[in-house]
Nanobody, 123 residues
């Protein structure tokens, strides 16, 4: 089992940037695809981005494509989400997760989750 801890959330004005980090413990991080999801109040948890292993292919939700960048550093067991040009609709709790099997866009395909980090974008 892998344990995941997110950090880097906070309050930012529209148009600003934040970088989220996801630190993982356990050896399986470097051999697993990883993903970011987000959940706004009263809404379902939605896919944001994913990165595969070992090719590090990346995938994004249409709503963040061109603004967010997912990356990973396997030497540090850490994944990142660089968020630029933030909008108020990006406000949510952001979660990182480890992929188990199945499509990368679905929460059911991930079996380990962090506790989440709050991102709030003011207008």
């Amino acid at each position: 089992q892998v344990q995941l801890v997110e950090s880097g959330g906070g309050l930012v004005q529209a148009g600003g940037s934040l970088r989220l980090s996801c630190a993982a413990s356990g050896r399986t991080f470097s051999s697993s695809a990883m993903g970011w999801f987000r959940q706004a109040p009263g809404k379902e948890r939605d896919f944001v981005a994913a990165i595969t292993w070992p090719a590090s292919n990346t995938y994004y939700a249409d709503s963040v494509k061109g603004r967010f960048t997912i990356s990973r550093d396997n030497t540090k067991n850490t994944m990142y989400l660089q968020m630029n040009s933030l909008k108020p609709e990006d406000t949510a709790v952001y979660y990182c997760a480890r992929h188990r099997s199945g499509g990368l866009y679905y929460t059911s395909s991930f079996d380990s989750w962090g506790q989440g980090t709050q991102v709030t974008v003011s207008s």
